[in-house]
């Protein structure tokens, strides 16, 4: 697949690291569909940007990915939009608060779990039916879901299992040609990070002490959108978290 002219759904790319992944797409000519929760001006904003960026086309769908029902929407509405679907980049991600796992509660869990692991897999399946011939799928993972911190068990949790699910599915479509990929960012700098002195520290216990890009992220999405022979990995794009010891 070239990205250039690709029809692409980013899953929570008006916000954050996915929206710096749409806007990475956009720049190299994908035409975009962004997802989040509501069509508010945080996605109007967004959506200029993406053509403002050279996007040939860039449309904002609102719904939420966390359920079945609402993730198989979020799909079908951007396919409508879009005249197809040659890609989708899953990147909502669920709270990132660091607490022991003794106090988090059902809800805290349910919302890691539920908008990261069950999303994927919903907005995954929904997508494979709609994808058009040699399609692709990216989740956007996390070094947390590799190596075991103790303050984020649910989020740690909810990501090692999306990427077991990348492995599953990619092994369950690869005779449809569909490739499922993902890429596993270490810590991100970010211009609206909320969690930010959460963020240095963990890049302070990184081998080289350095932040990733979103531009880093960016280029290993496409990638692995590019690369008609990955299936099934997560690229770890972490400045070398995760052999930090």
Not at 140 to 168: C, E, N, R, S
Request: one cysteine or more; hydrophobic letters at 50%; aromatic letters at 4%.
């Amino acid at each position: 697949m070239k990205v250039a002219g690709a029809r692409v759904l980013v899953v929570g790319g008006v916000h954050r690291l996915g929206g710096e992944i749409a806007t990475d797409l956009a720049a190299h000519d994908a035409a975009l569909a962004v997802s989040s929760r509501t069509h508010d001006r945080a996605m109007e904003d967004r959506v200029a940007a993406l053509l403002a960026a050279g996007a040939p086309a860039a449309h904002g769908v609102a719904g939420d990915a966390s359920c079945a029902e609402g993730a198989a929407a979020i799909v079908a509405r951007a396919t409508q939009a879009l005249g197809g679907l040659d890609a989708l980049v899953y990147a909502a991600s669920g709270p990132f608060i660091p607490r022991p796992p003794q106090e988090i509660d059902e809800a805290a869990w349910d919302a890691s779990l539920d908008t990261i692991a069950k999303g994927f897999f919903f907005s995954a399946c929904a997508a494979r039916r709609r994808l058009a011939p040699g399609g692709v799928i990216v989740a956007i993972t996390d070094y947390l879901g590799l190596q075991p911190w103790a303050t984020f068990a649910a989020h740690g949790a909810a990501k090692a299992a999306q990427i077991h699910l990348v492995k599953i599915l990619a092994r369950a479509w690869a005779p449809e040609s569909v490739r499922v990929c993902g890429v596993a960012p270490g810590p991100v700098d970010l211009a609206d990070d909320t969690h930010r002195e959460a963020t240095l520290r963990a890049a302070a216990r990184v081998a080289s002490e350095r932040l990733v890009a979103p531009a880093h992220i960016g280029a290993a999405v496409r990638f692995c959108l590019e690369n008609d022979a990955l299936t099934g990995a997560s690229i770890a794009v972490d400045n070398g978290a995760l052999v930090t010891s």
